[in-house]
């Protein structure tokens, strides 16, 4: 077994966990905030048999979108500094991480 901890968008999270759950997966959200990006962002956390981890990861990948966003800049003390300039910033739809799973229990 496998845990998968997938770091969503909050603009495809009801999509991909719609998508997710109509074949049979199961997952738990936790509300997450970012330092950088701070439209939002939601951890899940899905348990899956080692088999289903590429149908697991075909199903995130069909259901999210990469987009660019306009950042307003870091602020800076360095006087005339490019810093204060907005930049585009290119946001992945989700970012995953899977563990192995030595015991997994019900209760």
Do not use: C, W
């Not at 074949?23 to 738990?28: N, Y």
């Not at 962002?41 to 990861?57: A, M, S």
């Not at 966003?69 to 991480?97: C, N, Q, W």
């Amino acid at each position: 077994m496998k845990l998968v901890i997938a770091i969503l968008s909050n603009s495809d999270l009801t999509t991909v966990l719609g998508a997710a759950s109509a074949e049979g997966f199961s997952s738990t959200k936790i509300a997450t905030s970012g330092q950088f990006l701070q439209n939002g962002q939601t951890t899940v956390l899905f348990g899956v048999n080692e088999d289903r981890l590429e149908e697991l990861f075909g199903i995130i990948e069909a259901n999210i979108t990469k987009r660019v966003l306009r950042h307003k800049g870091v602020e800076s003390t360095i006087e005339g500094s490019l810093l204060k300039k907005p930049v585009d910033v290119e946001e992945y739809g989700a970012v995953a991480f899977v563990v192995d799973v030595e015991d997994f229990r019900k209760l």
